[in-house]
């Protein structure tokens, strides 16, 4: 009986079921007689997302099933359906995968990593600062968390088989998780972050507008206090057991390197096109067009017999059911708010939000409210829908809008278990971290990083004047 019932939640069928049955509790909780269209919203939204989240079908179909759905039950029209591709953030992702994808063809994401590792990487601490480091430059010109997350771990993994570590051992696990926590925080200090593009896309509506720079700036000492909280908490989890292999680490990289042999002529011309579209994204104040349009302009240039750097089969690489999913998420929050579903929201978290004065614990609310929604949501539906409910609850309350907001994503970017996020998933996938070793270092980074929440709001962010 009891192999039966393990066989049945192992199945798309419990996923099916428990899709069904999630959507039907939350559309009772948020019936309304009255309003017919936001009840079969919440009921469309509530199933779409919770079968993206048990996986019951590919996300292309379930992202094109969701649309069809609005458009079926006259929930909204196919203009505003599919409003989803005529917003610049799919297009932007899609180049981000493109300059990703050419990047790790000729290898120059790779010697960036490798080059920061062997020249910084003489002890744990310094191996951590140079996973850090190399994420910083390497999210800076490749506009997608997720590709930098794949590059990080396909060299951690490597190394950790080199040094022939035993999988899922404390040292191999703290590779791994140094790797994962340098690209993951590094690259959400950039505006491209896909979650963080999509929620200040959101947040237009309510004039809450920011550039590359902006958000870089008002982004970056979080981003700094973020890394130095969970290098700590991995210094003590696995630095004497990292120890005695950290030379051989060196080695390999240098070895690695060697391997490459000397910069190509592509390379250099793949760095080239990345920095000149990084520079279209971030110079937006100065030549005036919309910066994700620049940069996608620049990017694409790549086809073209002048820069001969993309091809054809380079676009089978792209991950387009990821684009269908950012979509249809775009059209969640688009359409949500012409039903007025973010004022229901607000109204409902309003009076728990009212009895906090204290502008430090309203945005350390926030970013715990950000880390109990991401058990329950993909973080991209999560921004998309729930960023301008967050605004204008800050607004009601009097605060700044972006300390309240940056905070929420900061809670969308934690995790305990690896299934709360798709880069997680990729870096539990390496086989060489154990999933304790993700609980324990994961749970106590999500816990003080609290403190440098307070110290944000507290300090940092009134002196910029945000």
Same mark, same amino acid.
């Given at each position: 009986?009891?192999?039966? $019932?393990?066989? +049945?939640?192992?199945?798309? &069928?419990?996923?099916? *079921?428990?899709?069904?049955? %999630? @959507?039907?509790? !939350?559309?009772?909780?948020?019936?309304?007689?009255?309003?017919?269209?936001?009840?079969?919203?919440?009921?469309?939204?509530?199933?779409?997302?919770?079968?993206?989240?048990?996986?019951?079908?590919?996300?292309?179909?379930?992202?094109?099933?969701?649309?069809?759905?609005?458009?079926?039950?006259?929930?909204?029209?196919?203009?505003?359906?599919?409003?989803?591709?005529?917003?610049?953030?799919?297009?932007?992702?899609?180049?981000?995968?493109?300059?990703?994808?050419?990047?790790?063809?000729?290898?120059?994401?790779?010697?960036?990593?490798?080059?920061?590792?062997?020249?910084?990487?003489?002890?744990?601490?310094?191996?951590?600062?140079?996973?850090?480091?190399?994420?910083?430059? $390497?999210?800076? +010109?490749?506009?997608?968390? &997720?590709?930098?997350? *794949?590059?990080?771990?396909? %060299? @951690?993994?490597? !190394?950790?088989?080199?040094?022939?570590?035993?999988?899922?051992?404390?040292?191999?696990?703290?590779?791994?998780?140094?790797?994962?926590?340098?690209?993951?925080?590094?690259?959400?200090?950039?505006?491209?972050?896909?979650?963080?593009?999509?929620?200040?896309?959101?947040?237009?509506?309510?004039?809450?507008?920011?550039?590359?720079?902006?958000?870089?700036?008002?982004?970056?000492?979080?981003?700094?206090?973020?890394?130095?909280?969970?290098?700590?908490?991995?210094?003590?989890?696995?630095?004497?057991?990292?120890?005695?292999?950290?030379?051989?680490?060196?080695?390999?990289?240098?070895?690695?390197?060697?391997?490459?042999?000397?910069?190509?002529?592509?390379?250099?011309?793949? $760095?080239?096109?990345?920095?000149?579209?990084?520079?279209?994204?971030?110079?937006?104040?100065?030549?005036?067009?919309?910066?994700?349009?620049?940069?996608?302009?620049?990017?694409?240039?790549?086809?073209?017999?002048?820069?001969?750097?993309?091809?054809?089969?380079?676009?089978?690489?792209?991950?387009?059911?990821?684009?269908?999913?950012?979509?249809?998420?775009?059209?969640?929050?688009?359409?949500?708010?012409?039903?007025?579903?973010?004022?229901?929201?607000?109204?409902?978290?309003?009076?728990?939000?009212?009895?906090?004065?204290?502008?430090?614990?309203?945005?350390?609310?926030?970013?715990?409210?950000?880390?109990?929604?991401?058990?329950?949501?993909?973080?991209?539906?999560?921004?998309?829908?729930?960023?301008?409910?967050?605004?204008?609850?800050?607004?009601?309350?009097?605060?700044?809008?972006?300390?309240?907001?940056?905070?929420?994503?900061?809670?969308?970017?934690?995790?305990?278990?690896?299934?709360?996020?798709?880069?997680?998933?990729?870096?539990?996938?390496?086989?060489?971290?154990?999933?304790?070793?993700?609980?324990?270092?994961?749970?106590?980074?999500?816990?003080?990083?609290?403190?440098?929440?307070?110290?944000?709001?507290?300090?940092?962010?009134?002196?910029?004047?945000?």
């Amino acid at each position: 009986m009891f192999a039966k $019932l393990e066989d +049945i939640r192992k199945s798309s &069928l419990f996923g099916w *079921i428990a899709s069904l049955a %999630i @959507a039907l509790a !939350i559309t009772f909780c948020f019936y309304d007689p009255a309003t017919p269209k936001a009840d079969l919203y919440w009921f469309g939204t509530i199933m779409g997302i919770c079968m993206f989240a048990f996986e019951v079908i590919p996300t292309f179909a379930t992202a094109i099933l969701l649309l069809m759905f609005y458009i079926v039950t006259g929930v909204a029209g196919p203009g505003m359906a599919f409003v989803g591709w005529t917003k610049p953030i799919p297009w932007m992702c899609m180049c981000g995968m493109l300059i990703g994808i050419l990047m790790d063809k000729c290898n120059i994401s790779t010697r960036i990593a490798l080059l920061t590792i062997s020249r910084i990487g003489k002890t744990p601490i310094r191996l951590y600062i140079s996973f850090y480091l190399a994420g910083m430059v $390497l999210g800076a +010109i490749i506009p997608d968390t &997720l590709t930098v997350v *794949i590059i990080f771990m396909t %060299i @951690a993994s490597t !190394i950790c088989k080199k040094l022939q570590l035993p999988p899922v051992s404390r040292a191999s696990s703290t590779i791994i998780l140094g790797a994962f926590i340098g690209a993951q925080v590094a690259c959400a200090t950039y505006l491209p972050d896909n979650v963080g593009i999509i929620a200040m896309e959101m947040v237009k509506e309510i004039g809450i507008t920011t550039s590359w720079l902006q958000y870089f700036w008002e982004n970056l000492p979080f981003s700094v206090m973020h890394a130095l909280v969970a290098f700590t908490i991995l210094h003590f989890f696995g630095s004497k057991y990292l120890a005695e292999h950290i030379n051989n680490a060196r080695v390999y990289a240098e070895e690695e390197l060697k391997a490459l042999g000397p910069v190509s002529n592509a390379e250099y011309r793949t $760095l080239g096109l990345a920095v000149m579209a990084l520079i279209a994204f971030m110079t937006e104040p100065f030549h005036g067009i919309p910066g994700y349009y620049a940069f996608c302009s620049v990017v694409l240039l790549g086809f073209t017999p002048c820069v001969g750097l993309l091809t054809k089969d380079d676009l089978r690489k792209i991950d387009f059911p990821i684009l269908f999913f950012i979509a249809a998420c775009m059209a969640i929050g688009i359409i949500g708010m012409e039903l007025d579903i973010p004022s229901k929201v607000v109204a409902g978290i309003m009076p728990i939000m009212q009895s906090v004065e204290n502008s430090s614990i309203i945005a350390i609310a926030s970013y715990y409210f950000g880390f109990v929604v991401n058990m329950l949501l993909p973080p991209v539906a999560a921004a998309t829908t729930l960023s301008l409910p967050i605004a204008e609850i800050a607004t009601n309350l009097g605060e700044p809008v972006k300390p309240v907001l940056y905070s929420f994503l900061y809670g969308l970017n934690q995790f305990v278990l690896p299934y709360e996020l798709g880069q997680a998933l990729v870096m539990f996938a390496t086989g060489y971290v154990h999933i304790k070793h993700i609980i324990i270092v994961m749970g106590l980074r999500t816990i003080f990083v609290m403190f440098a929440i307070g110290i944000m709001s507290t300090f940092v962010w009134p002196l910029m004047g945000i």
